[in-house]
């Protein structure tokens, strides 16, 4: 039986609107949104992904946008503060 896998209110809906927005709007043709959740032995893997233009995440810094990924990093952190398993 596989154990149920608990991942903070919002977490997912960050992820996909903002490949939705940075990554998908305005882009011409065929769009492509992937979303992955599973268990792994370290805790928890959420992957979204797109066909957009991507992004250079160590620029995400220098950027006046990126609250919801720091939002975010934020929550994942306390969780993993107060949880055992990470």
Do not use: C, W, Y
């Not at 893997?45 to 720091?70: C, M, Q, T, Y």
């Amino acid at each position: 039986m596989a154990s149920a896998v608990r991942i903070p209110s919002m977490a997912v809906q960050i992820l996909v609107e903002n490949a939705i927005k940075h990554g998908l709007r305005g882009k011409s043709g065929q769009k492509t949104l992937r979303l992955s959740i599973a268990s792994t032995p370290d805790g928890v893997e959420v992957k979204v992904a797109d066909n957009g233009s991507g992004f250079d995440i160590r620029r995400l810094a220098e950027s006046k946008s990126g609250h919801g990924l720091h939002i975010l990093k934020v929550t994942v952190n306390t969780l993993n503060k107060r949880n055992k398993k990470k």
